[in-house]
């Protein structure tokens, strides 16, 4: 993984735990053009239940319940609440 992308996922993952700590909503752009928007829940890993990727984050996001792996995310959009 190249320095930027792991900074990119890095970002994300930190954006993810604030939102979800607040309560705030995200808005994950996939890279098949896909999106989930939604609250993110706390990461797996932190929970001990999946394990962490190159940039210490879970591999897997979840959102509103939907499971998204990190890697799979190409641009996310933080929502006013």
Do not use: K
């Amino acid at each position: 993984m190249n320095d930027r992308r792991a900074h990119f996922l890095t970002m994300l993952g930190d954006a993810c735990v604030a939102a979800g700590l607040a309560g705030i909503p995200v808005e994950l752009i996939l890279g098949d053009g896909g999106r989930v928007v939604g609250t993110p829940s706390p990461q797996p890993a932190e929970n001990g239940n999946a394990p962490a990727n190159e940039t210490g984050y879970a591999s897997l996001l979840l959102v509103d319940g939907a499971a998204v792996q990190l890697e799979d995310v190409v641009e996310f959009v933080i929502h006013t609440p």
